[in-house]
Every structure is written in C-alpha cells, then in structure tokens.
C-alpha cells in the first residue's frame, strides 16, 4: 500500500492559508493533482521564484523583487501625496480601484497597547523622514475603521501636524449598501460624513 504522506502534508499546509480549512485545502489539491501538468508543476515553480525573489520595498513597505518597488521608481507617482496603509493587502486593495495615483507607505500593522506594538515596531519614523525628503504635500491615512486604526491615525496626524495637509478616508455607507445591513458604527460615520447634493 502506498504513503499518501506527502499529499497529507500538502494538504496541511494548504490549510493554513487563510480562507482555507482542511476540507477546503483537500479539494484543492486533489484538483492540482488532477491537474498537475498545467497547474502544479507551474505552480510549484512559481512559488519557488517568489520564495527567491520576494522582499519588502526599503522605501515604503510594498512586496515586489527588487529593493525599492516600481510604485516608489515610478516618476509619473511622484505627485507629493502619500497613502498610509496598515499592511500591504490594503495597497494592493488601492491599486486594484486604480483611484490613486501617488505612492504608498506600509505601516505594517497598527498601534496596540495590548500587543505592545508602539510607532518603533511600525514603520511610522520611516514615514516622518520620507514626508521631508520627497517633499510630499499631502499624507492620506487610510487605516482600518477600528480603535487600533484610529489611534494610529490620531498618532500620525500628531507627529506630523502643520508639516503637511493630513486627510483620511470618507467612512459610511458602501455603494449598494442597504441601511437595513450596516452596523451601527457605519451608519453613524456616514451621518457624520455627510455632504450636500
């Protein structure tokens, strides 16, 4: 009889993905076993490239190849304003709109008393430095709408006031979304974000 040993592995460590659970990672790699020539063996190969090549961007925090990342390279970026990101799937979030057209900076988590986490562990010095020395003109905080977001938020905005014009994400009502659905929270930062017509 033989060992399914190395398909069990696969398997577990599939299923510490996130959004995945065991029985999710079983049908997945049953599927790449299935079709292993134009899945698995690519995949395989193209994970053992990213393994060698991925790294944080120095500058900002971004994941890429090289040292510095294309967003902080790119001239056409180097508008003066900076999007301030907890981690880098917020980014790729920002990117994927397509509405920003400046660089980024990835704090790499937010400011947590219980956790210990204070600006030293975050990349929140980086940032003062690089609002003088890319002479940025406007610092958009767009963290997570939670008391650990919003006190990283408050913190920012105190290290850097009257040295750059701080704004922050509009909160509220998602396009779509129906008042019935929202949590209370949202519906009272939409109330208080309110424009006129």
Not at 23 to 29: E, G, K, N
Not at 44 to 56: I, K, N, S, Y
Not at 78 to 96: H, K, P, S, T
Not at 98 to 119: C, E, N
Request: aromatic share 2%; hydrophobic share 40%; net charge negative.
């Amino acid at each position: 009889m033989s060992s399914t040993r190395d398909i069990d592995a696969l398997i577990d460590m599939m299923a510490r993905l996130p959004g995945l659970g065991p029985r999710s990672a079983r049908r997945a790699v049953l599927h790449l076993i299935r079709k292993r020539a134009i899945l698995l063996s690519p995949l395989a190969q193209a994970m053992q490239t990213v393994a060698e090549t991925a790294r944080e961007c120095l500058n900002c925090g971004n994941i890429g190849t090289g040292d510095i990342c294309d967003i902080c390279t790119s001239e056409k970026r180097a508008n003066g304003e900076i999007c301030v990101v907890e981690d880098v799937a917020d980014l790729w979030a920002m990117e994927r709109s397509g509405v920003f057209k400046g660089r980024y900076h990835v704090l790499g988590g937010t400011l947590s008393a219980l956790d210990a986490v204070g600006p030293q562990e975050l990349r929140i010095p980086r940032l003062i430095d690089r609002v003088t020395e890319e002479a940025i003109s406007e610092v958009i905080l767009a963290l997570n709408a939670t008391i650990d977001g919003q006190t990283t938020a408050h913190y920012i905005a105190d290290q850097l006031e009257g040295r750059v014009q701080l704004t922050s994400l509009a909160q509220g009502v998602p396009i779509g979304g129906e008042l019935d659905y929202l949590d209370d929270g949202t519906i009272t930062a939409a109330m208080r974000a309110r424009k006129s017509l």
